[in-house]
């Protein structure tokens, strides 16, 4: 073969001493090749470096080959959680991923249909919230559009997903501040249009009660999962005289705003207040003092969940639920409150 020149199905053909439609059917997973066949193809491929063009493949089969990841959350660690996790299951195959990213997926649920066509995908991986919006949920169902859902919190009918426990996980991390001696634990919020912020929050309400503590409205404050959300909203809660001996933030975004601003005001993490977060994302491992938080195996579940797509498009055998655990993480941000 020249040199330089891209290998092709007819360069295969010639060098394996087959037929280009005995490639195409390996290259297809089609039946009727032998094993030793196979093997032969696939080891010149190999060698020459030949990989097969997905689209012309997707053109006689009618299909695309590419599954879209939709996400609206702003917390870059997150994102690049769900995007490595999917790609780490789509490894190898003839698969390739889209990423979809909008603001908000209010604007978007109307369009879905013509959005994902219009893509041309073959099916989609929703993330919060689009794994719990009903218009979305109604319109691919209509259409018989695959899908998969990354934590959803309602209709758990609508087709495969992947899950974490987060009323249990905000409960855990309300529970270990507590039993460090805290009583005034405030939480920053995250953004309102996403199930699992009411979740954490319940989570957290129950073990104050639990607890027989008392939960302060004022020590709750809105945050949007962002940096920036989190660095005001822990500036309003310590500008207070009575603040808080703690802070929960609902992911490690916001908990690394809630670092800075004790940082900016010259209060003492964890000596005078502890913060702890949500997700273990890569933000959690860099802030100092590093992040006590509450381990959500995001790339896992992008994973799993990329991989029950796959086998519905490839109408194989799959789970309907894939229940992923937590963990409370424990570093050098938490510490046992302050003497009064």
């Not at 020249?2 to 390996?26: F, N, P, Q, Y």
């Not at 912020?197 to 607890?211: D, F, P, V």
């Not at 929960?248 to 004790?262: E, K, L, R, T």
Request: charged share 20%; hydrophobic share 45%.
């Amino acid at each position: 073969m020249e040199l330089g020149r891209r290998a092709t199905i007819i360069d295969v053909a010639r060098e394996a001493d087959v037929s280009i439609k005995t490639v195409s059917r390996v290259f297809n997973d089609a039946p009727n090749v032998t094993q030793k066949t196979r093997d032969k193809v696939m080891k010149v491929a190999t060698a020459l470096h030949y990989h097969p063009n997905v689209v012309a493949q997707g053109l006689v089969g009618r299909r695309s080959y590419l599954l879209g990841l939709f996400y609206e959350n702003p917390s870059p660690n997150y994102v690049v959680e769900l995007q490595q996790g999917a790609l780490k299951r789509l490894h190898g195959e003839k698969y390739r991923l889209v990423v979809l990213p909008v603001e908000q997926v209010s604007a978007i649920a109307d369009n879905i249909l013509s959005l994902v066509r219009s893509a041309a995908l073959d099916g989609v991986v929703l993330t919060p919230p689009a794994s719990d919006h009903p218009v979305i949920l109604e319109k691919l169902t209509a259409a018989h559009f695959p899908f998969v859902r990354i934590a959803p919190t309602r209709a758990p009918e609508l087709g495969p997903h992947t899950i974490t426990d987060d009323v249990g996980a905000a409960r855990m991390m309300t529970e270990y501040l507590l039993s460090l001696g805290h009583r005034r634990i405030a939480m920053i919020k995250g953004d309102p249009t996403h199930p699992s912020s009411e979740a954490r929050l319940l989570g957290y309400s129950s073990a104050l009660a639990a607890a027989g503590v008392p939960m302060r409205l004022d020590d709750i404050e809105q945050g949007m999962f962002t940096f920036d959300s989190g660095l005001e909203a822990a500036k309003r809660l310590l500008a207070r005289a009575d603040r808080p001996t703690a802070i929960f933030a609902q992911n490690d975004d916001m908990a690394a705003g809630a670092i800075m601003a004790a940082h900016d005001m010259g209060i003492e993490v964890p000596a005078q207040l502890s913060i702890a977060g949500f997700d273990d994302s890569a933000i959690a491992r860099i802030v100092w003092p590093r992040l006590t938080t509450i381990h959500q195996p995001v790339f896992d579940m992008a994973r799993d969940a990329t991989a029950l797509l796959v086998a519905m498009l490839e109408k194989k055998p799959h789970e309907g639920v894939i229940q992923h655990p937590v963990t409370l993480v424990t570093r050098q941000s938490t510490g046992p409150a302050p003497a009064a």
